[in-house]
């Protein structure tokens, strides 16, 4: 499954709120796990994997079971 976020990112608490607006219990079933991969454009004080760990965790947050 793919899911793809737009907006402005100037920060990871930006990239955690728009991770966390999606409601994810509905495509990962409870007791299942999960990847992040992450992609970003441009130049940036963190990388890709910085972004993958930050959706992560706010699939993570957002998932209550």
Request: proline residues 2%; contains cysteine; negative net charge.
């Amino acid at each position: 499954m793919i899911f793809c976020v737009r907006g402005r990112i100037h920060n990871f608490d930006d990239i955690y709120n728009i991770s966390k607006e999606i409601d994810y219990s509905q495509y990962i079933p409870a007791g299942k796990t999960f990847g992040v991969t992450g992609a970003r454009h441009g130049d940036h004080e963190f990388t890709s994997m910085d972004v993958a760990g930050e959706i992560g965790q706010a699939v993570i947050d957002s998932v209550s079971y």
